[in-house]
């Protein structure tokens, strides 16, 4: 079984956050200071253990705030992750092969299979990254906590640890948006709903979560790991984390909702814009789902954990029709449920993104234009990247023909959220299905909405392999 004290908390479990700092940095040339030093910073990860701790108190602070009819805000509370780069571990000098080529390979080696944006020069691609994503990062922290001020404690408290054995090469703040936007995202739809069950972890799996996954989807060396006898010892009970850094075009995604509303009966032209963004996303802005809510947002269903997730797209009997949910929606492509049988557990994947940036300005709402980089900090964890982030993006999202099996004339088309053409330059992507009313109907889209500039692959080791293997 798994060893909740030895894997790191934000895998499993989450560390519940209002602010997170993703504080990216080197190892400098000493690596025998820096793993000296190391270990007196592994007291700071969160364990497993203490992320369901620091969800336990919250809940009770929540309960006790609601019996004296209060609010309740977040327990103070800060949570660690720490994760090293291929780049990082050969820093470092562990030199093993853990068994993920995609891994090891890095995400820069990735980005054209991906079809991230880019130019290619002398059969070279280049991609419109971030030029700190181009240089080979060593190593990740993410800071989550209530409050920004206590992040910045910490991160004061790791560095004067650390000393000159690392220096810091990026930071990005993600927030969680403000008021009523709380656990939305910039396009506006509440995110973190839906996240595999694990088995030996999750013992009261919600409604709709799936088949609970063996932990070798998500843990490396543990039951099920495609790749469990390729693993070195110290990678067990670790895990694959995938970073990107995704802009969201925010004005520009609801320019175009405003300009093609889909209007089924009595639907106003407000109404139908928000139904195309519910159709394209598979999700009312709420999070109720459209399978189950296919023509109204039904709130009172979006906010009941018991109900919310509870679909796989095999409703009522058809899973061959788009009446309900188009087969490209974003939640339809990434995870396909009945479309492939309910058997897709070496796909699932654990996200546990943050929005960054600021609001949407009244200029910007009104040009249609982002002048403010905003989106989404995403983070997901894996065992195998090929059968994760990489295949969900390349194999899925990417995919026009995905789902397979549909009728002829009603080819699925890209993710229209997060899929990317190949080519590089132009990007006219096409969706089915958007119209119920016209199922062979196809969409143009003129742009992409989520643009990637870039991210890195990372391995978040277990903490006794921190302790053993990588500080001394
Ligand atoms: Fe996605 N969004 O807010 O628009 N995502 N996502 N995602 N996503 C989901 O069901 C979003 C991205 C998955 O189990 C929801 O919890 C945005 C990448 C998966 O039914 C919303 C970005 C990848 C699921 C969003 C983004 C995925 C999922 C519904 C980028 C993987 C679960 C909330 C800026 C390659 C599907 C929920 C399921 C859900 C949004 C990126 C994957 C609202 C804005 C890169 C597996």
Known sequence: PVDINNVQ????????????????????????AFRKNLTKVIPFITTTTQAQGIRASILKHKQEAAARGAQADLVPVVGVTLAFSQFGLKKIGINDHIGDSLFENGQLADAQALNDKGTIKDNKFTPDWLPVFKNGIHG??????????????????????????????????????????????????????????????????????????????????????????????????????????????????????????????????????????????????????????????????????????????????????????????????????????????????????????????PTEAQQGKTTHDRGLLFRCYQSVLGNGFHFIQQSWANNEGFPFGKPADQTPGFDPIIGQAPDPNSRVRVVGGTNPQNATANLSLPTDWVV?????????????????????
């Not at 895998?11 to 993703?22: D, N, Q, R």
Request: hydrophobic residues 35%; negative net charge; aromatic residues 10%.
């Open 452 to 472: 990637s500039k870039g991210g890195e692959y990372f391995f978040a080791p277990s903490i006794s392999a921190l302790k053993t293997t990588f500080a001394t």
């Open 9 to 32: 908390g934000d895998i499993l479990a989450g560390i519940p956050k209002k602010f997170e700092a993703t504080l990216f940095f080197n190892i400098d040339d000493n690596v025998t």
């Open 140 to 361: 990740v922290f993410v800071i989550a906590s209530d409050s920004q001020s206590s992040i910045e404690a910490k991160i004061t408290e790791i560095k004067s640890k650390l000393g000159t054995t690392i220096h810091e090469v990026f930071r990005v703040n993600g927030n969680v948006r403000p008021k009523e936007e709380a656990g939305h995202e910039h396009f506006g739809f509440l995110d973190g709903i839906s996240n595999p069950a694990v088995i030996d972890f999750d013992t009261h799996p919600l409604p709709g979560q799936g088949n609970p996954i063996s932990p070798g989807f998500i843990l490396l060396g543990r039951q099920d790991d495609p790749n469990r006898t390729s693993r070195p010892s110290w990678a067990v009970e670790g895990s694959i984390m995938a970073f990107r850094y995704l802009s969201q075009l925010v004005p520009e995604f609801n320019t175009f909702l405003k300009k093609n509303p889909i209007q089924i009966g009595e639907m106003t032209p407000e109404q139908g814009s928000e139904f195309l963004g519910a159709r394209l996303m598979g999700r009312w802005k709420s999070g109720a789902p459209l399978d189950l809510a296919p023509l109204k947002d039904d709130p009172e269903l979006a906010a009941d954990r018991q109900r919310n997730n509870n679909f796989d797209y095999s409703f009522p009997e058809d899973i061959q029709t788009q009446d309900r949910c188009p087969f490209a929606a974003h939640v339809r492509k990434t995870n396909p449920r009945n479309d492939l049988g309910n058997r897709v557990e070496r796909n699932r994947i654990i996200r546990r993104g943050i929005p960054f940036g600021p609001e949407v300005t």
